[in-house]
């Protein structure tokens, strides 16, 4: 009887253990998951980052080509703004 009872406790305690470590195995899961999902964030962070830099500078050009538009169409209303002025003195001369 006696024996039986030290056997069932030891069953118990192996049942204990067992479990035990089956609680660290889900915590450790649970951990490496989290990492995962940072490490998948910040790729995520690096991309979008990337993407900003890359859009950064294509606005950039598109504002130089802009600036640049301007200022050629300013010189040819310019040019076009002599040429009738010449025009008109030609015509009151």
Request: hydrophobic share 45%; aromatic share 6%.
């Amino acid at each position: 009887m006696m024996e039986s009872k030290f056997f069932y406790l030891q069953l118990m305690e192996t049942h204990l253990k067992k479990w035990r470590l089956e609680i660290e195995k889900l915590r450790l899961e649970a951990t490496l998951a989290q990492a995962k999902a940072h490490a998948d964030f910040y790729e995520l962070m690096e991309a979008a980052d990337h993407s900003l830099m890359v859009a950064d500078r294509e606005l950039q050009a598109l504002s130089r080509l802009n600036h640049e538009t301007a200022e050629a169409r300013r010189e040819s209303a310019e040019r076009a703004l002599k040429q009738v002025e010449e025009a008109i003195k030609k015509a009151r001369a």
